[in-house]
DNA sequence: ACGCCTACCTGCTTGC
DNA sequence: TGCAAGCAGGTAGGCG
């Protein structure tokens, strides 16, 4: 479900909601949705009385920092949500981790299909260390606890909104690798925070082929693209996210940006552009969308 | 470095 | 109507 645009709107709602808020208990109906390096009975007695000062984000996903120091994160996968629920709201069967506030409020961490997770991590233990697969055997000690670096940010790359992401560094991450454009989008050690929705925009919009290899993109592809991943995210966020079936906010309203999209799920329809219909196919078993002729086929070098 | 596979889960949609 | 198959926004980990 959540990708940047999504997870940057739950982390500002929270931001306004929540910050300040001091959690009085917590309830684990789910223990796998809490993961190392606390057991579940722990994560509940080291966050009784802890205040959450700042409510961000890092890729997809919610920084909670409580004033001590320490972070909650909030991996959100496919299907998770954190809802402020006012007092008196129905219990909610899909709430896995509900945070009891002391204004009587609940902050329910909710997710139907139970991928996501939560962490608490001692401060400073949060830095991205390395990149790629290399960083996650890697083991770190902070205080008493000792983790893998991986199992809080496995290596993430450049922030896509950032000042620092230029169109001369990301030809600089494109020039050398043979990977499928769709496949490097999806990367989080590429690019962090875009996910299936994004990549195929993006990719629509800059006019390039999602199988195109990234090592042919010219000077102009890339600075097409650049742009476009950023215009994408930064519509996204402006729509408050892409609901296509349950996204919310932590207000829980659905998002925008789904009647937006110009190929995601659209299959068959006419592209935006071009009118020619939308084709959709697998790439690395991901579900992707591009219009046939905006967006040309690749031409395999005729070699060998 | 990269592709491909399996796992993790539940619910909704589609097609017979 | 019923039922099975296919699909879903993400990512970790294993193998080749």
């Known amino acids: 479900m959540p990708e940047l645009p999504e997870v940057e709107t739950v982390a500002r709602d929270l ?8 959690i009085t208990d917590a309830t684990v ?3 796998r949705t809490i993961r190392h390096p606390q057991p579940p009975e722990r994560f509940v007695a080291e966050l009784t009385g802890a205040t959450i000062r700042r409510v961000g984000r890092r890729a997809k996903t919610v920084l909670m920092h409580l004033e001590d120091g320490r972070v909650i994160t909030v991996a959100l996968r496919m299907t998770g949500a954190l809802i402020v629920a006012q007092p008196g709201t129905p219990a909610d069967p899909y709430a896995r981790v509900v945070f009891e506030l002391e204004d009587g ?6 997710d139907v299909r139970k991928f996501g997770r939560l962490g608490l991590w001692p401060g400073g233990g949060l830095r991205s260390v390395g ?16 983790y893998r670096v991986g199992e809080v940010f496995s290596g993430h790359g450049p922030e896509p909104l950032a000042r620092g992401f230029s169109a001369a560094r990301l030809a600089e991450r494109l020039g050398n690798r043979s990977a499928k ?3 490097l989008l999806l990367d989080q050690s590429f690019i962090a925070g875009v996910g299936n929705i994004y990549a195929d925009e993006a990719l629509w919009r800059a006019r390039l082929h999602p199988l195109r290899r990234a090592d042919t993109l010219d000077a102009a592809d890339v600075r097409r693209l650049h742009r476009s991943v950023r215009q994408v995210l930064r519509e996204g966020i402006l729509n408050r996210g892409s609901s296509i079936s349950d996204f919310v906010g932590a207000d829980g309203e659905p998002g925008a ?3 937006r999209l110009a190929v995601y799920r659209r299959t068959d329809r006419p592209c935006h552009r071009c009118g020619r219909p939308i084709r959709r196919i697998v790439v690395g078993q991901r579900s992707t ?5 905006c967006q040309p ?6 070699e060998v």
């Open 131 to 146: 990149a790629g697969r290399g960083a996650r055997s890697r083991r770190v000690a902070e205080g008493r606890h000792t």
């Open 29 to 31: 109906n789910w223990e």
């Open 297 to 302: 086929e690749p031409v395999a070098s005729a």
């Open 105 to 110: 409020r609940e902050l329910r961490y909710r």
């Open 181 to 183: 454009l769709k496949a």
């Open 289 to 293: 969308h591009f219009c046939p002729r």
């Open 257 to 259: 940006n789904a009647e």
């Open 15 to 22: 931001q306004r909601s929540v910050a300040g808020a001091t």
